[in-house]
């Protein structure tokens, strides 16, 4: 349904940045495809790659590729209210 907003929720220990929508080919614009984008676990300190199906954000990446190491972020962030623990 087009008219429902469906998110993903990152882990507390990932910091996404900005993604990006990638059609699909011969698709309409932003109809169907993919959102792709990077995040670093800081509690790992690497870099993940997440390619998320743009009709279901909830289920979470399709495939995440894990870099060795962390990249430095770039001016994107994500914004977390107080950390109890």
Avoid: M
């Avoid at 990638?22 to 670093?40: F, I, Q």
């Avoid at 993940?48 to 995440?64: K, M, S, Y």
């Amino acid at each position: 349904d087009k008219d429902t907003l469906d998110t993903y929720t990152y882990p507390i220990s990932q910091l996404p940045e900005e993604h990006l929508f990638v059609p699909k080919p011969n698709s309409a614009p932003e109809s169907a495809g993919w959102v792709l984008g990077s995040a670093y676990d800081f509690t790992q300190d690497k870099t993940l790659l997440n390619i998320f199906n743009v009709d279901h954000l909830a289920d979470g990446p399709i495939c995440t590729a894990t870099l060795p190491y962390g990249l430095p972020l770039g001016v994107h962030g994500k914004f977390v209210g107080e950390l109890r623990g």
